[in-house]
């Protein structure tokens, strides 16, 4: 589902070229859930952003669903669009939505819309009560709720996360990670999630550590 | 929906939710439309009344012979020495219960291509045989027929033109190039031609609808600026979820013209009503000025609606473009800068500020061109440039006035002296000579169109052995005296025209006065909406300052101060560049208007309760923001530490 070939990616600083990714492979079958783990700045959410199509690499290749990344925007955005579903840590729904039109926006931007599908998904989220309300009047957990059932909505067939629970208590992490590894296991999408905690990433079929640029 | 009307109803919604902000949008947009096309329907009207009267009153521009009295009998023997001339007796006379000009003509001899065609064809008998008086205006006299005339203008056959006002024949119209006749005066049409008369007036008019728009811009282009700033946060999450940059921009623009469309729709409603109800006064000023009879009647023209939308679309995409500009360079990681917005804004500062001194120097290029549009551009050069580069004074501007040297005795000795009108024209100084002498000074003429000489007495009668047309005497005797000694003679009172003058002045002013306070108006507005902006930008600033420990009512009033301070600073700046936009007024687009130059006096007692005007705007304007920024609840300041904005 996802494949990176010797990928390397770095930024021009007042201290000359910073090196973030240097030489990274690493591959994600269709299904399969894999942790990112890391330190601060090693680069963790810059392989994510790479592999969205939100940034392109300075060189490698980075394949998903057996397609070369597009070089243009609006072919990246298709990708976006159509296979990759994104999960935030600051959750990032529409200010101006209420819950049930968030929940079902990329869905519909992608046009795969499926009201049944929606509904399981708000069942399953516990949503039912807070579908009229807006983003400010939720919580941070019910946000992200909201905000994996948005990415799921769409089926994509790779889900990337950047530190889902990052702002989430314990508890509220946990529920809400349980709930999106088992709609992913129902899905069958892959997963690729960024975490700083091992008792997160220990929960998800298989673990990398990024360090100095390298995976280990 | 598909997914770009999906991205369209997100991006829409965010507007059902701040709908102050949409109507602050709609209003500025909608108002600066107004403006705009209510000045252009003004002159339009106007302008398609000098043509009416071009075509329907053609003899206004054939040469005319003058003399001090014409009567039938000289008409005749001009024609029986072969001159082609026609006569006709022109006058105001009262018909139907109004008064009218009425211009009597004689079709027989009047020149081919020269005789109206209205009436003349659908009831050639009536109107030769005296029976028809032709007019647009609706008259209660049995003899009136409607015609495509200017109004307050009647044209009947010179018969009944002399039964009205006299067998005297007012002038002569002469046919082909030739000169006049011994003992009469040529009078050559251009002087006549009304559109090149009122057409600085209408330029002056143009003026201030295009800095009434320029201003309501600013409303627009605040909102725009406060909704993108509020939306950035959507922006990076409808990119992050598979839209495109292009696609992203698209459908902005699609938003922007439905608000465009709309508020434009509004703006030429509106700019009618505003031109119907300016338009007696303007008519009245056209006929106080140069006699040129406007309509007071307004029809709402298909082609305003159209030009009505286009403004209002230029001038939306005109606002919404650096925010467009912005977007399309914000990087589609902007969550992993949260600096890049604020950046781009510093760069796109940096470049107003260049663009402001690169508009002050285009302006002061300008100077040394010659013309009204080129004063007009100086002007807007000044306004833009001063309002883009703020931090900027502006060079004094001086320049010392031209006097009239006490040379009357040059005058007797057979100089002669020239208005500034003509000066200006032919580049002329003291000292040159013009056809009637040697150039003893120059004097201001305030309101004349013409160039003019004055020459001593002698001069005059040896230049010119011309019959006299008409002695004149001036004196401090009161006009009724002299009508009742003198039944014959006929009387100027001076006291009377300076009293019309100021009556005509004063309607002029009517007129610049509503506009003034329209876009005093729009400019107030323009103002609450800056500054409702810049307190959504400056939470990120000032919630740091309240998590340490600073009450939200502090903050506030130090706020209100700050605000007030600002407007004392950016006025003590605006003095000196509304000092300088009056002096290129009177010295650069009075003088390219009307010929002449209005001495620049200052008021320092003004300035001082302009000052004091300024600050209560500007406090009235912040007292919305600061009000709910007192009141702000401190989840919505803590939104800035969690980077939820």
Known sequence: ?216 | MTGPMIALSALLSHWARHRVQAALLLIGLALATALLTGVQAINAEARASYDRAASALSQDKLPRLVAERITVADYVALRRAGWPVSPVIEGEALIGGQTLRLIGIEPLTLPSGVAPDIGLAGDPTGFLTGKVILSAEALNDPRVRPAELPPGVALTDIGVAAGILGPEISYLLLTGDRPAPPGYALIHPATTDLSQLTESFHLNLAAFGYLAFGVGLFIVHSAIGLAFEQRRGMFRTLRALGLSARALTGLLLAELLVFALVAGAAGVVLGWLIAGALLPDVAATLRGLYGAEVGSGLTLRPVWWLSGLGIAVLGMLASAGQSLWRLGRLPVLAPAQPRAWGRESARAMRGQALAGVGLIGAAAGLLAVRGLWAGFGVLAGLLLGGALMLPLLMAALTRAGQRLPDTWARLDAGDVFINEQLALRRGLAPGDRVEQGVIAGIYPDYGNPMPQVILSWDRHRALYPLPVLRYALITDIPAAEIRAAFPRVVVEDRAAIRKASVAVFERTFAVTAALNVLTLGVAALAMFASLLTLSSRRLPQVAPVWAMGLTRGRLAQLEFLRTLALAALIYGLALPLGLALAWVLLAVVNVEAFGWRLPMLLFPGDWLRLGMLSLLAAGLAAALPVHRLARIAPAELLKVFAHER
């Open chain 1, 1 to 216: 589902m996802l494949s990176l070939t010797d990928v390397c990616k770095g930024y021009a600083s007042s201290e000359g070229r910073v090196t973030v990714l240097d030489g990274v492979s690493l591959s994600l079958a269709a299904g399969e859930t894999l942790a990112l783990t890391g330190e601060s700045g090693s680069g963790k959410s810059t392989l994510l952003h790479l592999c969205a199509g939100l940034d392109a690499p300075d060189s490698g290749r980075i394949e998903v669903a057996g397609h070369p990344m597009g070089r243009s925007d609006a072919e990246r955005a298709a990708l976006r669009r159509g296979t990759v579903g994104l999960v935030f840590q600051q959750f990032n729904l529409i200010p101006s939505l209420d819950v049930a039109a968030n929940l079902a926006f990329q869905a519909r931007l992608a046009g795969r819309h499926d009201p049944r599908w929606q509904a399981d998904l708000v069942a399953t989220l516990d949503l039912g009560s807070l579908l009229v309300r807006y983003p400010e009047e939720l919580s941070g957990g019910q946000q992200q709720r909201v905000a994996i059932g948005r990415t799921l909505a769409a089926r994509p067939a790779l889900v990337l996360a950047d530190e889902p629970t990052g702002n989430l208590d314990e508890a509220s992490g946990d529920r809400v990670m349980a709930l999106m590894l088992r709609l992913v296991a129902e899905t069958g999408a892959a997963l690729l999630m960024v975490t700083h905690s091992p008792r997160l990433a220990a929960r998800l079929d298989r673990q990398v550590h990024l360090r100095g640029g390298r995976l280990t």
